[in-house]
């Protein structure tokens, strides 16, 4: 993705914290030290390439070990940036989305968009219900991926060779990796799991699983935004 200078430098920085794991891209400077190349004001990297396929279909439990092992190692990496006592940013975001969404929901939109008001319908209210519970909830914040869905985890077989694409590291809860990740129950129960297995005491299980139960309207809530802009 293009952006904007300071970004890519927060996002090489994040990067560059992960380089004793050799599943992720390293960057290339050029011969004069930039990792970065320049496109109408804007700025993309220069990486190596990882091999790897994602993960096809269903999730199986070597596949989630491999993944949250991997994960769990990044976020140990990153955990400099932790926090004991913030409410995740995620729950004011994903408030501020359905909130948006209800100022306009009314306003003219294409077809396609009303077809997707149908389907949210009013599981937007239980959404909203279930992420107030959480605003002013304390839980353990730090820099993740934040987009970290099946195509920026490539595997050989049951092995991790790369875990990819930074442009939306953040500091939030190192949950919503998981959320991204497995969007199915129980390979979600069982990354939860694995996850505590290997970095016990870090992951808010209630929170994450209330994201989990509210990412399908949000999404959907996204999906109208971005049509109603165009």
């Known amino acids: 993705a293009w952006v904007s200078a300071e970004r890519l430098q927060a996002i090489h920085a994040a990067q560059r914290e992960l380089a004793a794991l050799d599943f992720v891209p390293r960057l290339i400077p050029d011969r004069f030290g930039q990792t970065g190349i320049d496109r109408d004001g ?3 990297d220069v990486a190596t390439w990882c ?18 092992q991997a994960i769990v190692g990044a976020h140990r990496l990153w955990q400099g940036t932790m926090a004991a006592d913030r409410p995740p ?3 004011g975001r994903r408030l501020s989305l359905l909130a948006e969404y209800e100022s306009r929901s009314n306003a003219g939109h294409p077809p396609i968009v009303a077809e997707i008001e149908a389907a949210i319908g009013p599981h937007r209210f239980e959404a909203s219900r279930r992420l107030r519970q959480f605003r002013n909830h304390a839980s353990i914040t730090q820099t993740i991926w934040s987009d970290l869905h099946r195509e920026h985890v490539l595997f050989d077989q049951d092995r991790i060779t790369g875990l990819i694409d930074f442009g939306a ?3 939030d809860h190192p949950g919503c990796d998981l959320v991204r990740l497995f969007d199915d129950e129980p390979s979600l129960m069982m990354a939860l799991d694995c996850y505590e297995k290997y970095r016990p005491n870090v992951i808010d299980r209630q929170l994450t699983i209330a994201l989990a139960e509210t990412a399908a ?12 802009e165009r």
């Open 42 to 44: 804007l700025r993309t």
């Open 51 to 68: 091999a790897g396929q994602p993960n096809p279909g269903i999730w199986t439990l070597p596949a989630i070990d491999a993944a949250v």
């Open 89 to 91: 940013s995620v729950v």
């Open 169 to 171: 590291v953040r500091e």
């Open 217 to 228: 309207v949000v999404n959907l809530a996204a999906w109208v935004r971005r049509l109603a």
